[in-house]
């Protein structure tokens, strides 16, 4: 049981380029979400899922898309990427209430 | 909108008491806590629901007063293990469960 794998751990973009964020959990879990985390500060919730096929956008979604094609797999599409994208991204996924979120490792994207 | 957590940041000796306190200005249905070590991804510690009903940690306890939407999480006999950044998110439904996470709230645990 491996939890939640986010790949890559790291990356470097150069400005405009895109790139896609894995994220894959072997759960089960229906709910499923992406957050960014800048230095020192909390957490961003970007877009989520309740379930294939279904997703919204959270508080910070401009620059980003998603998709949920399986239970599994959540992944993160940058496009055209800019400086301010420069963060940690962190997936997580849960049952639902009264479960907690299971967060993955976390991908450190730098954009110069 | 953010909840609002305080203090900024404890310092304590092993042994000693804290309480983080995490507040919003919407009604809520549940509180869920984290701690993150540095360079590490969050983990779950507990979660408080409207009406009660709380599921979590056993050395670490909180509250939910659900008339002020305000959290508070206690930490008893404080370890070295307990440092870290302990991060509240609230939940407006359960059918999303999305989290909205708080500031935060830095916690140095000294021998």
């Known amino acids: 049981n491996a939890g939640v794998t986010q790949t890559p751990k790291f990356r470097i973009l150069k400005i405009g380029q895109s790139m896609t964020l894995q994220c894959t959990q072997d759960?089960?879990?229906?709910?499923m979400y992406w957050y960014r985390q800048d230095p020192g500060m909390g957490l961003k919730l970007i877009y989520y899922?309740?379930?294939?096929?279904?997703?919204d956008k959270g508080e910070v979604p401009n620059g980003y898309n998603v998709s949920r094609s399986t239970t599994e797999d959540f992944p993160l599409r940058l496009e055209l990427a800019a400086p301010s994208q420069t963060s940690v991204y962190f997936c997580?996924?849960?049952?639902?209430?009264?479960?907690?979120?299971?967060f993955g490792s976390g991908t450190r994207l730098t954009v110069v | 909108q953010q909840p609002v957590q305080s203090p900024q940041a404890v310092i304590l000796r092993e042994g000693e008491d804290a309480v983080i306190n995490c507040s919003s200005s919407?009604?809520?249905?549940?509180v869920h806590w984290y701690r993150q070590k540095h360079g590490e991804a969050p983990v779950f510690l507990m979660i408080?629901?409207?009406?009660?009903e709380q599921k979590g940690h056993e050395k670490i306890s909180a509250s939910f007063n659900e008339k002020k939407q305000q959290s508070s999480l206690y930490l008893t006999a404080s370890q070295l293990s307990y440092s870290g950044t302990y991060f509240c998110?609230?939940?407006?439904?359960?059918?999303?469960?999305?989290?909205?996470f708080g500031t935060g709230t830095r916690l140095q645990v000294f021998p």
């Open positions: 899922s309740v379930g294939a096929g279904i997703t």
């Open positions: 759960m089960n879990h229906n709910y």
């Open positions: 919407k009604a809520l249905y549940s």
């Open positions: 997580a996924s849960s049952l639902g209430t009264p479960d907690g979120y299971t």
């Open positions: 998110g609230t939940a407006r439904s359960y059918n999303t469960d999305k989290l909205i």
């Open positions: 408080l629901l409207k009406g009660g």
